[in-house]
């Protein structure tokens, strides 16, 4: 039973490290504060109830308490938890994992851009996903190091990029905050048949490329081509000058924006994730 225990705590420590870079590290603190005061509940199921909820408490409290004021010291704050204001997360889950951190300046832009489109159209949010992690952990010569700096599995991002959400219609057809999927990702917009096709080259080299759209459970909500263009729209006429799409939605949004004509898009590489679900963009340096 030790040994089940201890390769459970192992497998816990890892998942909550990939997911939250600093999760692992919290485990093994409440795992040593634990051994303190837990001989004072005789009663097992009462012991395993402190044990899990008492986790889960003090998980929150260093998320949210300790966390941001320490993240603050390398200049990256979170994006709002609060799902009230112009700019917000698809999933809670975004922040209760930390995923939501980026430079004070990426901050300042992105709740710019968003009360500015949620001020053409008040029914519609600016719906952020993964952006990093609370901490970068420097190692000379290397550059976005999974869990040190690079969020998994988006090694590019490094404190100064988000995804942003596409805008999808409900079941009535009209445009809203939902998405497809629980997490935004694999909520991805097959090509049209006049439309270049990506994923026919780039499903066949990697694995990865379309794992999630082809795994992860999903409504059958629409694009809203219209709306997600207005919204890159937006970003464009802010000044933004790296954004990443996928090839055919970038030719499907032209036909409803100039600005999205002459704009030049950067493509990612086959060996990263589908960009058909949400576009990447880079804040700041």
Known sequence: MKVLNILGIILLFVILTALSQVGGLILLLWLLLYQFFKKRFKNAWVRRGVHVGGFVVF??????VIIP????IQD???????KSGALIPVTYWTA???RNYIKSEGRTKLESIAEAYVKKHPDLKVKYMDCNYPFRINITGKKNVWILEGLLPHITHDGTKADIALVYNDK???SSNLTPTAFGYGSSVDPLPTETCK?????KENWQYSFMYQNLPRSSYQLNSLESANLIDEFINYGIKQLILE????QRFRKHSKR??????GIAQCSSVRHDDHFHVTLCQ
């Open 59 to 64: 998980y929150l409290f260093f998320m949210f």
């Open 69 to 72: 004021p320490l993240a603050r």
């Open 76 to 82: 990256r704050v979170p994006l709002p938890m609060s």
């Open 96 to 98: 209760i994992f930390g």
């Open 172 to 174: 009535n057809g009209l």
């Open 199 to 203: 994923p026919c080259k780039c499903e």
């Open 247 to 250: 090839p055919h939605l970038i």
């Open 260 to 265: 999205i004509k002459s704009y030049r898009f």
